[in-house]
């Protein structure tokens, strides 16, 4: 099945007609949709399937108990109206690319690996990457059974009414230790590529990035009778900070984003009791991290006290700066090296990914494909078919290159 009827078959999976942005939240419908369309895919393909103890998606060329095995993949589930390339291109072009490597008649030695990491992106339960964080044991079973989605549904909860065993879940280092290289392709979340004019890239690093819960406390009232000196509205402090956000990533080199937001009683005619902002920050370094994050907090706590609220900060997840594996980055650039087409540029980038959570208990490695617009976790992410194939044929070179070693 070629790339372009793949990818066809599975764009309109939770895609919203409205928007055209996507809601693949994990273990929804759209989740199992799209679950139902990679063992479709894996059958299809004579592929051993299975999924493991929490609930990644696995389909093997040969025995990975043979162990050294190569694997690609990504992921398919989407943050809120995200875009139609972050995570599924990357498991769609591993499929296309095992075409490839049949088409070639191509004689690999090592396994072949592709997994469906679920619920990368956190959009329904707050934490990213918490298939591969689970399998890795960066994410303990008690701190995954607490995660609570915005309608009170645990984790345990979705995972069971999606016909999934939440007792079953935890670290899972046999299988990581058959793994001998994961290379994961992803569109670019940025404009790298665009602007030195190539198709496909090679990852140096992860920056290091985190999530910080901001809860501003004051005192709901009524909105019309309650004189301005009365007032302990913790709305202007959350307002003050988002702006003090934008002055102190700008002064660090770094990126902050409040993007989540949640109100109570959240009525348009109350002075609220609560707003609670979610902060995204990211840097290209830790120090230059720490510096935004210290600097945002302070000015917040500075801007409570003024209006009389109280403030608490939680840093609710952190993922520190991902080096990626040098000699197979390397090899990676070497294997490549041999398609004269293709000029393959190293990039760092900003986004968190699977294979950041793997790094570092697997050998890992990256290849990002352009995106002309830049955008991404948006409607508006794009990749050309173009580019799309010239990515696959990449993927396949480098899967052909290290499984035949
Ligand atoms: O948030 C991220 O960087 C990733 O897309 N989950
Ligand atoms: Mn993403
Ligand atoms: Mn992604
Ligand atoms: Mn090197």
Known sequence: MSFHSMWAELLPVGRSSASGGYRRYAWTGADADCRAWFRQQAEAR????????????????????????????????????????????????????????????????????????????????????????????????????????????????????????????????????????????????????????????????????????????GEANHAGTTRLADRRDPMPSYAETVLAARREAELAGAVATFGKIAVEPNGVNAIPSLVRGWLDSRAADQASLDTVVTAIEKAAREYAAAHGVDLTVERESFTPVVEFDHA?????????????????????TGAGHDAGILSGRVPTAMLFVRNPTGVSHSPAEHATEDDCVAGVSALADVLEGLART
């Open 46 to 217: 004579g592929l051993a399937y299975e999924v493991d103890r929490n609930g990644n998606q696995w389909a093997w060329l040969g025995d990975p108990a043979a162990g050294n095995a190569v694997v690609t993949g990504s992921h398919l589930d989407s943050v809120p109206d995200g875009g139609a390339f972050d995570g599924p291109l990357g498991v769609v072009s591993a499929f296309a690319a095992l075409d490839e490597l049949r088409g070639r008649g191509a004689r690999l030695t090592r396994p072949l690996g592709i997994v469906n990491f679920g619920d990368e992106e956190g959009a329904r339960f707050g934490l990213a990457c918490v298939g591969s964080r689970l399998t890795a044991g960066a994410l303990t079973v008690e701190q995954a059974h607490r995660l609570t989605d915005g309608d009170g549904v645990t984790l345990p909860q979705a995972m069971e009414a999606a016909g999934y065993d939440p007792d079953g879940i935890g670290p899972d280092p046999e299988r990581l230790a058959r793994i001998g290289a994961f290379v994961e392709l992803h569109v670019e979340q940025g404009r790298a590529l665009d602007l030195s004019g190539d198709r496909v890239g090679i990852a140096s690093a992860i920056w290091p990035h985190g999530r910080w819960r901001f809860d501003f406390r």
């Open 328 to 348: 197979l980055r390397d090899e990676l650039a070497l294997i490549l090296s041999g398609d004269t087409e293709l000029r393959v540029p190293v990039l760092g």
